[in-house]
Structure formats: structure tokens, C-alpha cells
């Protein structure tokens, strides 16, 4: 498949008067750039060329500003401090991240970083950009470290210290276990891998002691479970306010096809929609410091609720109200009622054409990636109410989609079987695959949403021994895979079932939750090229759950049943 080109020539070298407005981005060493960073300079003059501001005049489009570490520097560093030398595979991630903060970072490095935070005092976001990540055939993401730090310290020697230190975790999570296990599955050795290192301003505006963007966004030019009428290749779009990792760790957030903007997803009813709408967002700390925790990758970000949110007017031009009297949902936030983030205002009342932005974003990136595509956005709006606003995008993402082309022909005959364990009308990937004799499931008369933490270690105990002896899997969970949050599914990384060559993922009345296809894990999956099922309960299709019962147990916990026919 065709996918970014790698970038040849290097960005401007950096120089130390950074945040003069010459240069946007620049690099700092003499090595590579790293898939992430390599990206975003292939589609940076595009973006410029293709949507300027004759097309969205009321928005500025634009990579943030950014200094790349290249991968020569990373080299120096394990090198000096003899770091490659440590026992990985023995030692847990937080030892691994507390020795490289022991390290230090090679002296012309530290003399461009202290330039660099002298002149800046907004939040920056410290990002991978490795040189497997993003690469051409197995596109991954979320499996390295980001950190973002808050900057406004007056002292520039802690702002110094903060960079410093997300530096060297970045660095380290390129040796953590989900990255080790992920590197193998590639076929590639950890010890091939190098990292480079994004130093990038963080898009957002400051609303008291938090620093976010009104909106982040995870667009995809393919929709592996478009619902009708929307077709695959129209896409799929993600949005959530505040930083995006709500969407790229699989919460609640709000996706639609960009042909069909103004549809919301398919809730059986208003109360279902009210559970289902986003309720927290992730922002910058910019208030009290918090625990010292150099090894954390949460350290300086905070968690805040909706009305935290509307208090400081943050949601008028995202939100919409319910209305119980007359029990619909009113663009808007002029009247009282529950908050329901649908991006109505955006998307229906098209106070921003936030959607034929999105459409022209990935037309623009399938042009120069030359395949479906990945991105990853946020934007800040600058106006009130009843005023012409302006607002910024900020470009932060593009990767290529490994799509599958394999033609597989499945009659309904097929689907309503009786020999059949599982079928489905949303699957994501073609293909056949006649090496599975193990199936691995999650027991529905033991699930319960307060069990998922001890549901996800016992199934990546299961995976490390099937993929030990190569046995390749079917695995059958409930609730949402790789959710960083239990309440909405099992919280597994892709390393705790990488060894699953088909995953299925069925609903419960209880847990009745959207896939995420904005999340990271839902991208490495499709990445990998393993075939995924979604069973919705009380639909036509579903999972054999007696046939399964009655096969021979291999191996049995409180919670997971592993069986072989």
C-alpha cells in the first residue's frame, strides 16, 4: 500500500531566537525525524496551498509551532548514560522511566532546550515521533509516551527542569512493555527502534487554572461500521471537547459521518442519548502544582466535568439542552436542562462549517499520503455569542489506514448458519483465517463493569502463553476493548491481547457503548490487520453463547473461559 513519503530534506536547523516567527518548525541534531514529525511536515504546505483562507476565511489553518529533536540525539543519550545495557524485560515501566530520568541529556541538547523555554511560557506537548511509528504497512499509535506540561512557572529553571524531565519519559517509553510487546508483533527488534522527540505548542486558550481547545477531532477517510446511509467510504468523524485524549483512549465522544453531519448516532432513545454524551473533558493544569510525578504521563493534566466547562463559557457554541417538557433536544445552551455534547451548533446550525473544513482536511491528506487516512485536529473559537467568531486549527496528526482488499463473499445463508459461534453486519476487515483452534471469551454470567481492571490482566496472561506457542485466537470480550475507562469496557492495551487474530466486541443492556474509532487501540487493531466483529444485543446476529459453553476448557479464571473445539 502507498503511504506518507518519507521526508528527505531536514527541516530549518534551530536556531536559538526560536519563537521569533522566522521558522514554525525547525529541528534540533541531525538525524531522522520520526514517522509522527515526518507527517506533519509532508502535509504542512499543502495545507496551506490547498485550504487557505479563501476557502475558510473565519479559520486559521496551521501546524502548531514545533522543534524536533532528531533521533541522533536519542542515540547520544542511551549511549552516555549506558542505558541500553538495562534489563527491560525485568524491570517494571516505572523503573525503566525513573532510570532514564537519572540520565542526562547530551550537553548541545541542553543548551537549545534552555533557549527554547526561555522564550516560551504557554503549555507545550512533548510527543513521540518514533521511526516505526506511522511507518508505511503498520501505521501505530498511542503505544508511546506524550506528555503535556503547563510552562507558566515564572522561574525559568522549572520550566527547564519540566521539559527536561518529559523528554527523558518519552524516551524511556520507547523501551515499556505495551512498546517492547508491539515492536515484536512488527517483526522488528526494540533495539532497532529510535526515537525522536516533538517539543510542540499545546492548541487551547486558558479558562482559569485549565488550558484546552473547544474541540479536538480524530477524522478518518474510511468508516469500518458506517451506518446506514452512510457508506464506508465517506469516512467517519470524532469530536470531544477538551484535549484529545478523551477520543484517542476510547471515551465517550461524539462520532458521525461527515455525509451526513447533521445525524446522530443511532440511540434507541433520548435517555439513551443522555447516558451516552460526554460528561468529562482533559485539560492543562495551569493552577497548584501537583505531586511531583516525573514518571507519569498524566502529571501536569487534570480532569473536569461539563459544567466546569459551561462556567466558563466554553460550551455555547458545542452543546445542546434537553428539554423533558416536550422531551427533545434543542441546539444550544439558552435554556436550562441536561448538556448534551453534540456539536449541534457546529454541525447543524453550521455556525462554524466545521464539517466541510473536516471533509477538505482529509481530501487534502489523502492527496499527499496517497492512501485513506488518519488525522488528528483541535480547535480554539475566539467570539461570543451572537458575534462573527474566528477560529484556529491546528493540524497535530495525519497517518496512512491499512484498509483490507481481500474479497470474501458472505451470503445471508452464511450469517443465519447454525454452525455459526459469531456473526455480525458490522465487521471491520475481509479476510479468512484458518489456523484458529482457541477461543478465548469473557464468561457474561461473571462480567460486571467493576471487574473490567482484573478481566484485562488475566487475558494478557492468557495472550502472552497462546502467543508464546503461536496459537493464534479468537477472543470474545463485552463492552467497549480498550477503554481507558472501566465503566465503558475491559481496559486492555493492544500488547495484553496481541496474539487475537479475530476480536469480537458485544454490547450489553448495561454497557451499550459506540465503538471508537478515533481511539488508538481501534487503530492498531485495524493497523494489524485483525478482523473485528461488533455484536449489538438485541439485533438479528449474535454470539453462540451455549455452543461455547459446552466446549472443552484448556484454561479457566473467575472471569475468562478459555476453550479449544
Not at 2 to 30: H, M, N, Y
Not at 322 to 341: A, H, K, M, N, Q
Not at 500 to 508: C, D, G, Q, S
Not at 514 to 522: A, C, R
Request: proline share 7%; net charge negative.
Amino acid at each position: 500500500m502507498s503511504g506518507l513519503k518519507p521526508v528527505v530534506a531536514e527541516l530549518p536547523i534551530f536556531d536559538r531566537k526560536f519563537w521569533d516567527g522566522t521558522f514554525r518548525c525547525t529541528q534540533i541534531g541531525s538525524g531522522s525525524l520520526g514517522g509522527k514529525a515526518s507527517g506533519l511536515v509532508s502535509i504542512r504546505d499543502l495545507l496551506a496551498a490547498q485550504i487557505g483562507p479563501a476557502s475558510f476565511p473565519d479559520v486559521d489553518i496551521n501546524v502548531p509551532t514545533m522543534a524536533v529533536i532528531a533521533t541522533d540525539c536519542f542515540d547520544q543519550f542511551i549511549a552516555q548514560n549506558r542505558l541500553a545495557e538495562l534489563p527491560f524485560e525485568e524491570m517494571p515501566d516505572d523503573r525503566i522511566a525513573h532510570a532514564f530520568q537519572k540520565g542526562d541529556l547530551p550537553i548541545e541538547l541542553l543548551g537549545d532546550l534552555r533557549a527554547l523555554i526561555v522564550q516560551v511560557k504557554t503549555p507545550l506537548a512533548i510527543r513521540s515521533s518514533s521511526l516505526l511509528e506511522d511507518a508505511l504497512e503498520r501505521p501505530f499509535a498511542g503505544v508511546y509516551g506524550t506528555k503535556m506540561i503547563p510552562n507558566n512557572q515564572f522561574d525559568p529553571d522549572a520550566r527547564f527542569r519540566r521539559l527536561v524531565e518529559a523528554i527523558k519519559f518519552v524516551y524511556a517509553s520507547t523501551y515499556f512493555r505495551e512498546a517492547r510487546d508491539y515492536i515484536r508483533t512488527t517483526g522488528a527488534k526494540p533495539g532497532e527502534e529510535k526515537m525522536a522527540v516533538i517539543i510542540q505548542e499545546v492548541v487551547g486558550q486558558r479558562r482559569g487554572d485549565r488550558y484546552y481547545p473547544d474541540i479536538s477531532g480524530v477524522a478518518r477517510s474510511y468508516n469500518f461500521y458506517a451506518f446506514e446511509p452512510a457508506r464506508p467510504e465517506e469516512g467517519v468523524v470524532t469530536l470531544a471537547l477538551g484535549l484529545g485524549k478523551t477520543i484517542v483512549d476510547g471515551g465517550i465522544a461524539w462520532t458521525f459521518s461527515p455525509a451526513y453531519p447533521k445525524k446522530p448516532p443511532p440511540f434507541a432513545s433520548v435517555q439513551e442519548l443522555l447516558k451516552g454524551t460526554q460528561t468529562e473533558f482533559w485539560a492543562v493544569n495551569m493552577g497548584k502544582a501537583p505531586a511531583y510525578d516525573p514518571v507519569s504521563e498524566t502529571e501536569y493534566l487534570v480532569h473536569a466535568s461539563l459544567s466546569d466547562a459551561e462556567a466558563e463559557e466554553g460550551l455555547c457554541f458545542l452543546a445542546s439542552t434537553y428539554d423533558p417538557e416536550r422531551d427533545r433536544v434543542v441546539p444550544g445552551t439558552g435554556s436550562r436542562g441536561p448538556r448534551i455534547l453534540n456539536f449541534a451548533p457546529m454541525l447543524v446550525q453550521e455556525e462554524l462549517p466545521l464539517n466541510n473544513l473536516v471533509k477538505a482536511l482529509l481530501h487534502a491528506s489523502e492527496k499527499t499520503v496517497n492512501a485513506k487516512v488518519e488525522i488528528e485536529f483541535a480547535i480554539t473559537l475566539q467570539g461570543r455569542r451572537g458575534e462573527r467568531f474566528r477560529a484556529r486549527l491546528g493540524f497535530l496528526q495525519v497517518r496512512s489506514m491499512v484498509v483490507s482488499d481481500q474479497a470474501v463473499d458472505v451470503t445471508v445463508e452464511d450469517l443465519s448458519d447454525p454452525r455459526a459461534i459469531v456473526t455480525s453486519d458490522m465487521v471491520m476487515g475481509n479476510g479468512t483465517a484458518d489456523d484458529i483452534q482457541d477461543i478465548v471469551f469473557v464468561r457474561p454470567d461473571k462480567f460486571s463493569p467493576l471487574h473490567t481492571p482484573v478481566i484485562a490482566q488475566q487475558l494478557a496472561s492468557i495472550n502472552r502463553e497462546l502467543r508464546d506457542q503461536k496459537r493464534p485466537f479468537l477472543l470474545i470480550g463485552l463492552g467497549r476493548w480498550g477503554s481507558s475507562h472501566p465503566s465503558l469496557g475491559i481496559p486492555v492495551d493492544w500488547s495484553q491481547i496481541s496474539g487475537a487474530r479475530a476480536i469480537v466486541e458485544a454490547t450489553l443492556p448495561e454497557m451499550n457503548v459506540e465503538l471508537s474509532q478515533g481511539s488508538h487501540f481501534f487503530h492498531n487493531l485495524s493497523s494489524f490487520r485483525a478482523s473485528y466483529f461488533m455484536v449489538q444485543h438485541g439485533r438479528r446476529f449474535g454470539i453462540n453463547w451455549d455452543w461455547l459453553n459446552l466446549q472443552p476448557v484448556v484454561r479457566e479464571t473467575e472471569f475468562i473461559r478459555h476453550v479449544r473445539p
